[in-house]
C-alpha cells in the first residue's frame, strides 16, 4: 500500500461547505484503498435495499424530521461492519455533534485494523470565510451537460455561458449569498463543540485548504502518515 500504510484505520475529516473535503476524501480514499462513509450515502444504500432501517429514516424524512441518532448509530455500525471497512475508512458527514463523537469513540474501541488498535485521526479543512463566499456563491453549472465553474475562481471564456455548449449557465438556489451566510454560520455554531471536542483529547489536525488541490492532498497524506508511524 502507499507509504507503507497497509491499515489506515478510522479517518474523519471536517470542514465547512466549499471546503474541498469532499475532493479530498475521494483522493485519500483511491490512494489507499479504503471507503468513504457518508450518511448520505447510507442512507441511499438503505433505501435502495429496502431495509428495515432505511424504512424507518424515510419515515422520519418524509414527515420533515431529523433521524434520530440511535437510527444513525445502527446505519453507521452496520456500514463499518462490512468486508471494505477491514483495513480502514473516511467518515465524511459523521459525526456532527459531540454525543455523535461520543458514541463513535465507544464503538471504535471494539474495532481493530490488522490485529492494531489504531486511534482515531481528525482532520479539520479550515478556509477563510471570504474565499469560502467566493467557491460557493461563485459556482455555476450548466444545465445541459452538467459543467461546473465559478464566476470568481474559474470563470467561463463567455460570461454566463458553458464553454462546452454555449447553454446558459445557472445558479443554484443553496449557492445564493443569503443561504451560503447561513449556512457557514450554521456549520460555525454547530461544530464548534465537536472540534473542541477533538482538540481536548489531542486528535485534532487542523490544514488549510488556500491552497492547489494537491497541496491540500500532499497535507492530508503527512498527517496520516504520521499519525501511523
Not at 19 to 35: D, H, L, M, S
Not at 114 to 136: S, W
Request: include cysteine.
Amino acid at each position: 500500500m502507499a507509504d507503507g500504510l497497509e491499515f489506515v484505520g478510522p479517518l474523519v475529516f471536517l470542514g465547512p461547505p466549499g471546503a474541498g473535503k469532499g475532493t479530498q476524501a475521494k483522493r485519500i480514499a483511491e490512494k489507499y484503498g479504503v471507503p468513504q462513509v457518508s450518511t448520505g450515502d447510507m442512507f441511499r444504500d438503505h433505501k435502495a435495499r429496502g431495509t428495515e432501517l432505511g424504512k424507518k429514516a424515510q419515515g422520519y424524512m418524509d414527515s420533515g424530521q431529523l433521524v434520530p441518532d440511535e437510527l444513525l448509530y445502527a446505519m453507521v455500525k452496520d456500514r463499518l461492519d462490512q468486508a471494505d471497512c477491514a483495513k480502514g475508512f473516511i467518515l465524511d458527514g459523521f459525526p456532527r455533534t459531540v454525543p455523535q463523537a461520543e458514541w463513535l469513540e465507544k464503538d471504535l474501541e471494539t474495532r481493530s485494523f490488522g490485529g492494531r488498535k489504531l486511534p482515531l485521526v481528525v482532520m479539520d479543512l479550515q478556509v477563510v470565510y471570504n474565499q469560502l463566499f467566493k467557491r460557493l456563491t461563485g459556482r455555476r453549472s450548466c444545465p445541459k451537460d452538467g459543467a461546473i465553474y465559478n464566476v470568481h475562481l474559474q470563470p467561463p471564456q463567455v460570461p454566463d455561458k458553458c464553454d462546452k455548449c454555449g447553454e446558459t449557465l445557472v445558479q443554484r438556489k443553496d449557492d445564493s449569498e443569503e443561504v451560503v451566510g447561513a449556512r457557514l454560520s450554521a456549520y460555525r455554531e454547530q461544530t464548534l463543540p465537536l472540534t473542541q471536542f477533538y482538540r481536548e483529547k489531542g486528535l485534532l489536525h487542523g490544514l488549510t485548504g488556500d491552497q492547489e488541490v494537491d497541496a491540500v492532498t500532499k497535507d492530508f497524506i503527512a498527517v496520516i502518515a504520521a499519525a501511523r508511524k
